[in-house]
């Protein structure tokens, strides 16, 4: 299984950017996707996640302006940034929680590679 994410790059305060995250391989389900980031000195945080069922959870600093979303089909989840804020600046790295065939069934977490979403004042 990998998790490919694309988007991010160099926006201004009050810009937009989109994240973008597919997972691929032998998934047989994946049970919940998101976003996690990690600024430089701190510890890696949640910024969204969505469960299959449409089950969404924000940290509290992106309330507002953030929105995830999920296409089941495509086993991809989307992150549209809004009204960024130079405090958004991090590695964004997407994660799935599923269950993998290969022979037999396993709960797996996967992590894709991280991208920089960096956002100038």
């Known amino acids: 299984v990998q998790l490919q994410a694309s988007g991010g790059g160099l926006a201004q305060a009050g810009g937009s950017l989109r994240l973008s995250c597919a997972a691929s391989?032998?998934?047989?389900?994946?049970?919940?996707m998101g976003w996690y980031r990690q600024a430089p000195g701190k510890q890696r945080e949640l910024v969204a996640d969505?469960?299959?069922?449409?089950?969404?959870n924000y940290v509290d600093s992106v309330k507002g302006r953030f929105t995830i979303s999920r296409d089941n089909a495509k086993n991809t989840v989307y992150l549209q940034m809004n009204s960024l804020k130079p405090e958004d600046t991090a590695v964004y790295y997407c994660?799935?929680?599923?269950?993998?065939?290969?022979?037999?069934?396993?709960?797996?977490?996967?992590w894709g590679q991280g991208t920089q979403v960096t956002v100038s004042s």
């Open positions: 391989g032998s998934i047989f389900t994946i049970n919940a």
């Open positions: 994660n799935a929680q599923l269950v993998e065939y290969s022979g037999r069934y396993y709960h797996r977490d996967y």
């Open positions: 969505i469960t299959s069922g449409g089950r969404i």
